[in-house]
């Protein structure tokens, strides 16, 4: 890789061992992946839960911030993708002493190297999204396709080790989505049908995600009616990317780099094109729905719920009781809010818990099932329902209506 | 088929040996492993009930999310880990994750690489050199 007189700066070490260590794993990253040079970027998105990081993870993390603090400091504003847990609630999901120790001592060693705790997942929903050709190194696949796709913002997958690294260098090798020509459209699809609930637009994700197949595919969808809102965006790109480990997506006439289909199509260049129609969005729920009679557990996470999602969730309780335990997670921007509005407390007279700062599959997710018996879970997310299938739980997808008439039904699933 | 070498795009990390686990299917830490146990959790993968511990994993593409870049440093740690991942196609988390973990990887075929290696035959990896190649030292083990 073509290297300027800072980045040999920064191997060399004048910036410090953390910036040395970062600028020599990007160099390994950038080579595999063909990059011919580094590109600044102006926030990085951390993704370092404890399951994730595991013992090695939080023990290496803890050797990086006993260095002095000149050589530790992140360089531009580095936010963090939720924890695995959330403290004020861990004994109720009964996780364990030592997975809230591991979480702690995380916690102390990001901040000393300056990373902002925001916890979340939703960060262009809450903290600061980004423009339109910003260079960006995000972690969480569903924060990397909405800021690509929907902000029009330039970002790869960038896994928590990477994500730090560009913060303790400020750039990111310039491959992938960074570059104009891989940000083509690599295969069409012809939308039939434009859903209406969070879950349809999760499963219509997770239909494309399949289609595509890989990281390298970019779909550019045609034919969806209406301009979708910021969380029907969400639960579609959020699936997309879990089914399909795809960053980035075109919807024809809506997103800002397609104003028109031609605009992402390559002059001279086909590419593949696929239907997509109310029945394979029906079939694709019935595929995890069927079978199941009945659910443990409730959850409403993954992507964390805005404002707008928590107070539709408290209108559905209100006046209700769930007879199993119904999980609720947000940011904790969004809590904050939802505690000032009354939120949190409508949806827990009613039963439920709500829950900031962590995501589900994020906080030991089969540990939890074996301390809590949960066997069999009900949600509205797709990229919920994609992942925890390796985690040991049988998942239906629903509508959140659904899902909270399964909760007060004591769990029975109505046809 | 002994002694036949397949010539990748990339590689990354020290040569590995091992006996070959083929499926035509994807590799994500999170999604498709139990980590704990060392073997494919996730009911509707090819692989699903095997052991990966110490087999060299020929798989179609990396998929799902961004926590394979910190878990293959964890699962190397204690030792619960492949010996390498040969991938017809890898995404950016796999490649960040074998950076640190100092894993041994190579990708990008000009077939389906899936189709080319026997399972159970005994490989070696060598991601060092110029041309990173996979190479059949013995069609079974």
């Not at chain 1, 199509?265 to 019935?286: C, K, M, N, T, Y």
């Amino acid at each position: 890789m073509k290297l300027t007189d800072e980045e040999q700066a920064l191997r060399a070490g004048e910036f410090g061992r953390a910036a040395q260590w970062a600028i020599e794993h990007q160099i390994k990253v950038g080579r595999y992946l063909g990059a011919r040079d580094f590109v600044a970027v102006s926030q990085a998105h951390v993704m370092a839960d404890t399951e994730s990081l595991g013992l090695a993870g939080i023990e290496w993390l803890e050797r990086v911030a006993r260095l002095p603090a000149h050589e530790r400091r992140v360089r531009i504003p580095t936010i963090t993708d939720p924890r695995g847990t959330d403290f004020a609630a861990a004994h109720r999901l009964k996780q364990q002493p030592w997975m809230v120790d591991l979480e702690r001592r995380a916690i102390a060693a990001l901040e000393a190297l300056g990373v902002l705790m925001t916890n979340t997942c939703i960060n262009y929903q809450t903290i600061m999204p980004p423009v339109l050709g910003e260079h960006v190194a995000y972690g969480d696949t569903g924060v990397v396709i909405y800021c690509n796709s929907v902000c029009g913002a330039r970002s790869n997958f960038e896994g928590g080790p990477s994500a730090l690294a560009a913060a303790l260098t400020a750039r990111t090798p310039r491959y992938g989505y960074h570059l104009a020509e891989r940000r083509q459209a690599t295969l069409v699809v012809n939308v039939g049908f434009t859903p209406r609930e969070l879950n349809e637009w999760g499963a219509l994700g997770g239909i494309v995600g399949r289609l595509a197949g890989d990281y390298w595919q970019v779909p550019a969808l045609v034919g969806i009616e209406r301009v979708p809102t910021s969380d029907e965006m969400k639960h579609f790109g959020a699936a997309l990317a879990s089914y399909g480990s795809v960053a980035l997506f075109h919807m024809a006439g809506i997103t800002p780099e397609a104003r028109r289909l031609d605009e992402v199509l390559a002059p001279g260049r086909s590419v593949r094109s696929h239907d997509v129609g109310e029945a394979d969005i029906r079939a694709f729920q019935e595929s995890y729905a069927a079978a199941i009679e009945s659910v443990d557990v409730v959850v409403f996470s993954a992507p964390q719920l805005s404002l707008v999602e928590m107070a539709q969730a408290a209108d559905m309780l209100a006046g209700r009781r769930a007879k199993i335990p119904v999980l609720v997670v947000t940011s904790p921007q969004v809590k904050g809010d939802a505690d000032r509005m009354g939120l949190t407390a409508r949806i827990e007279e009613a039963g439920g818990t709500v829950l900031a700062g962590m995501c589900f599959y994020q906080s030991y997710a089969r540990e939890m099932a074996e301390a809590n018996g949960w066997r069999r879970l009900a949600t509205n997310s797709a990229k919920l329902v994609n992942i925890l299938g390796g985690y040991g739980y049988r998942p239906a997808l629903m509508s959140m209506p659904a899902c909270i008439d399964t909760a007060c039904n004591g769990g029975r699933i109505v046809p | 088929m002994s002694g036949e070498i397949f010539f990748a795009a990339a590689g990354m990390g020290p040569k590995a040996r091992g006996q070959a686990l083929v499926a035509k299917d994807g590799f994500s830490a999170r999604y498709d492993l139990d980590r704990v146990r060392g073997v494919f959790s996730r009911s509707d993968h090819k692989l699903a009930g095997e052991s990966y511990v110490g087999r060299v994993l020929v798989l179609d593409a990396a998929k799902g999310g961004v926590a394979t870049a910190w878990m293959l440093h964890e699962m190397t740690a204690r030792g619960i880990v492949p010996a390498a991942l040969v991938l017809n196609a890898v995404n950016p988390i796999m490649v960040q994750g074998a950076a640190l973990a100092d894993f041994c990887m190579i990708s990008g075929f000009d077939f389906d690489i899936t189709q080319a290696i026997p399972n159970g035959a005994l490989v070696e990896v060598d991601p060092t050199g110029e041309q990173p190649f996979i190479r059949v030292t013995r069609s079974s083990a």
